[in-house]
């Protein structure tokens, strides 16, 4: 859809993009000039002349990282440069087998993040598969058939119910014609088609007079032109859309490199200013002051946290798999913890995607009708109250004109129904079905000898029907307005005829479309017995109305449960949809959200700049008529208002927010492969619901990850302080660079681990989402990294001093040092597991399996690290006596209870200041 540029004959020889043309606005004549073609078609040698000008019917290749940069960019990261440097410094230590296990671990990484993330970003040619293998064109006047990449700007395409529609088409003629949009507009059911010029600033949705590559034809045929083939076809234009698209970092790894680059920084300027007051002032050996540092930087470095905090993310990865949902970027799994917004697609969303007939209206009653997607069955009300079809014979009648005036067909398979064509005749089965009407016998018992099929410029169909007892009646369903314009009578209940009362049926009409839903009118005529052709002129104003019917695709029961709970989360919903105001209001309303009634429209987004879309997002819920660039400035706004955004979305429409937004969503059933593709979190089960599980366990992902930190930052503080107070003081290390390499890497990091099996807390869902800005490291945290810390401190120097008064070696002090941080380790391990609850409870003392596990095998671990004369010869170790050991062990468990009494007393105090601010005290 582009601006024509022509050589000196005038044939079109390019294309411009940037000055589109709205050929939805020119008539067919206009159409044909500008691309000077003809209804006939082009010659083949103009055809291959036009294919080498614009190239083939298909969208380019994308550029494609090669497996070693995909590999090498798993590097791009601070902490990963912080754990190279400190294989680098084992290195210069000549400890070659830490150096081996540091960088084991960094490419451990690396191969899990890789793994995780799959494949590079396969959007653009995921919707190449979208443009038709085959087209039936005109070439030189005759009808041939060829690939679908080599169609060019002027080939006239010939459409048939079920095609594909190879590439942007203008509709030269049409019978009967609808087409499946929704993966491009969202909307739901298929849409009405015919020849006549739009507006030129029509939306995509009501461009009613162009076929768009990679969608359907449902009913009807036709024949167009084409006028954009390739990237310049409107899927092509969203693929371009999608790879301009910026990837947001997550919350957590924004916060992670700020905090690497913090941390970094400050042991650098510890490690500068401890070389040089230690060379200058108190004049040590420059090698030996240097090795003491570098016995400082391997303190300080958390070695280990980055491999743990991935691993943390891989578990819930894997327990998100089990809520059926696949998680293709591994920290989007937490990102889904600090979501503060979800905005969803209607179609296939929030709606099953699924026609099916919700009120029925006759002359006398206004019945409300229930059921699941297509399956023939459910309960009809009046009101609250449930009512028989069989004690009201019209709806007999009307069942029968809805079996009879279709084209579709209901299939069961696997205990699912679903519809052979159009969803709304679909739907129209189902109803026939419900009013105890058997279908198969009744389209065998009336024999249809005659058809109308439906044409958007007469806005119904008829079919002429005999049955075996010679009796004859024409039925019609069409537009109500239309199908009023026809009758001159309504059937009563009884089964006798009245004059029409069009006022009422107009009323009533316009209340169930008031609901969102699509009405169809139902009629009937007697027809002569001996008469087996049908025409048009001899039906219209003499018909009988039976009735109306209401259809709307309706939303998941789940998804109602869902969306409510999100609200208990403190996570706003947004619908976003290519569907009408009205019926956006009406699903709005029906699966809850806040403020159905306050319906944006694409145009409406069209008229506001950035910063009044930014103000208007957040006090409106639906947003009707959207294209995908609407979408896009719709997470944009939400987003400049500091909230993370998760999109959910199965249409090719979707994409570009989907990988925009912090958390992209795709439905894994009905999504298409485009969706799939640029989203970070596919559901498997196309369930709304899914995502409220989601979003559970990316809270207790991050709850875990925090659980980590506060439990490793404090551990590496600690013992980086006792190097820092042995320089200081001028006395020798308690423990040595390999020793604390070796609690880093094996205790440390299986340890750590453990916390991220820890279940979901209890009030996971209770609480608000985190702040987009949240500090990693807030007061709390900041308060345990400098208390463990000191209390680290304390009982390294008291194990160190112990032993030095008995006169132990100094490698059996070491020893000891560094079983008594192991043992603090493992106690300060059960008490941040329950770090806002009390650890004293047989519950909290009880743990989960993973965490006895590692404990015990942690354990083990010391105890081969302390007695085992390979290890001894390796770290420098001695045998501890069974009292040291108890000594060991009681440090431990008085810096537990330490750090358990000042919990409790802050729990005290956070209740008595919250029971002071209820009872209204200062």
């Not at 309303?589 to 306050?598: E, F, S």
Request: proline letters at 4%; charged letters at 15%; one cysteine or more.
């Amino acid at each position: 859809m582009s601006e024509v540029t022509r050589d000196g004959r005038g044939m079109p020889i390019s294309v411009n993009c940037d000055t589109p043309v709205a050929w939805h606005s020119l008539s067919e004549l206009e159409v044909l000039q500008q691309l000077s073609s003809s209804p006939t078609g082009l010659s083949q040698a103009e055809a291959q002349r036009r294919s080498q000008a614009f190239g083939a019917n298909r969208l380019p290749d994308s550029a494609r990282q090669t497996p070693l940069l995909r590999f090498l960019r798993q590097f791009h990261n601070i902490l990963i440069y912080v754990l190279l440097a400190a294989a680098l410094i084992t290195a210069f230590l000549n400890h070659w087998v830490d150096m081996v296990v540091i960088l084991a671990v960094v490419i451990a990484n690396a191969v899990i993040g890789i793994i995780q993330e799959g494949k590079a970003d396969k959007a653009m040619e995921s919707i190449k598969d979208m443009l038709s293998l085959k087209a039936n064109v005109l070439r030189d006047g005759k009808r041939v058939t060829i690939d679908g990449e080599s169609l060019v700007p002027g080939d006239i395409v010939i459409l048939e119910p079920g095609d594909k529609v190879p590439a942007d088409l203008r509709l030269l003629a049409a019978r009967g014609v609808t087409a499946q949009e929704a993966i491009l507009t969202g909307e739901s059911v298929p849409v009405e088609k015919d020849t006549r010029q739009v507006a030129e600033s029509a939306a995509l949705g009501d461009r009613r007079c162009m076929l768009f590559s990679g969608t359907l034809v449902s009913t009807g045929q036709c024949n167009g032109v084409v006028v954009a083939t390739g990237e310049n076809a409107e899927v092509g234009r969203i693929s371009q859309l999608i790879s301009s698209v910026e990837v947001m970092t997550t919350p957590l790894l924004r916060q992670m490199n700020q905090f690497a680059k913090w941390l970094t920084a400050l042991i650098l300027l510890v490690a500068v200013l401890l070389l040089g007051f230690g060379y200058f002032v108190n004049d040590h050996d420059f090698t030996e002051i240097f090795m003491v540092v570098v016995g400082l930087s391997v303190a300080a470095i958390p070695e280990g946290l980055p491999a743990v905090l991935t691993i943390t993310m891989a578990i819930g990865v894997q327990a998100m798999a089990k809520r059926n949902a696949i998680v293709r970027r591994l920290p989007a799994i937490e990102t889904l913890g600090s979501v503060s917004v979800i905005c969803t697609d209607k179609t296939g969303t929030l709606t099953r995607n699924e026609m099916m007939v919700s009120s029925v209206i006759t002359g006398q009653h206004v019945f409300g009708l229930s059921g699941e997607g297509y399956r023939p069955a459910g309960l009809l009300t009046v009101g609250e109250t449930e009512v028989d079809p069989v004690e009201h014979p019209v709806l007999e009648e009307l069942a029968r004109a809805a079996a009879l005036c279709n084209d579709a067909q209901l299939q069961e398979k696997n205990a699912v129904w679903y519809s052979e064509g159009d969803p709304m005749e679909g739907a129209l089965l189902a109803f026939a079905g419900k009013m105890g009407l058997s279908v198969p016998y009744e389209q065998a018992n009336w024999q249809r000898t005659d058809v109308i099929p439906f044409d958007a410029r007469h806005r119904f169909m008829a079919t002429l029907n005999h049955n075996h007892q010679h009796q004859a009646f024409v039925f019609v369903k069409g537009a109500p307005e239309q199908v009023l314009l026809m009758c001159s009578q309504q059937q009563n209940a009884d089964g006798s005829t009245s004059e029409l009362n069009p006022a009422y049926w107009t009323c009533q009409s316009e209340k169930v479309a008031a609901m969102g839903q699509r009405v169809l009118a139902l009629a009937v005529h007697p027809e002569n017995a001996g008469n087996t052709v049908l025409e048009q002129d001899s039906i219209s104003g003499s018909l009988i109305l039976l009735g109306l019917v209401g259809m709307i695709d309706p939303p998941r029961t789940e998804a109602i449960q869902a969306v409510s709970e999100c609200y208990q989360a403190g996570i706003g919903v947004k619908m976003i949809t290519g569907d009408h105001a009205q019926t956006a209001a009406a699903i709005g309303r029906q699966v809850g959200l806040q403020n159905p009634g306050k319906v944006l429209t694409g145009t409406d987004i069209d008229k506001l700049d950035d910063l009044a879309l930014k103000n208007k997002v957040l006090h409106c819920d639906v947003f009707a008529r959207a294209s995908p660039e609407h979408k896009l400035r719709l997470v944009n706004a939400l987003q400049a208002n500091g909230m993370t955004v998760a999109m959910t979305g199965d249409g090719v429409n979707d994409a570009p927010a989907l990988k925009r937004a912090d958390t992209g969503i795709a439905m894994g059933k009905k999504g298409s492969e485009a969706a799939k593709e640029a989203a970070d979190l596919v559901l498997a089960d196309d369930n709304f619901a899914s995502i409220v599980a989601a979003v559970r366990e990316g809270r207790t992902v991050y709850d875990n990850i925090k659980k980590i930190i506060t439990w490793t930052l404090p551990t590496n503080a600690g013992e980086s302080l006792v190097i820092i107070v042995a320089l200081l003081a001028g006395m020798s290390l308690p423990v040595t660079a390999i020793q604390i390499l070796w609690i880093n890497l094996v205790t440390a990091a299986s340890l750590g681990i453990a916390l991220a099996f820890e279940p979901t807390e209890e009030n996971t869902m209770s609480r608000p989402p985190r702040a987009r800005n949240e500090p990693l490291l807030n007061a709390t945290m900041s308060w345990y990294i400098v208390m463990i810390a000191v209390l680290i401190l304390c009982g390294v120097y008291s194990i160190y001093f112990y032993a030095m008064d008995r006169g132990y070696s100094e490698e059996l002090a070491r020893t000891l040092v560094v079983n008594t941080i192991v043992a603090m380790e493992i106690f300060l391990l059960f008490f941040v597991r329950n770090i806002y609850t009390t650890s004293l409870n047989w519950q909290a003392v009880q743990g989960t399996k993973v965490i006895w596990l590692v404990v015990i095998s942690v354990t083990a671990v010391q105890f081969a690290f302390t007695y085992l004369p390979p290890l001894q010869y390796v770290f420098g170790t001695r045998p501890v006596s069974f009292w040291d050991g108890v000594l060991v062990f009681s440090i431990g468990a008085i810096v537990f209870v330490i750090c358990e009494l000042e919990k409790q007393l802050r729990l005290l105090l956070g209740r008595t200041s919250h029971t002071l601010t209820r009872n209204g005290s200062p």
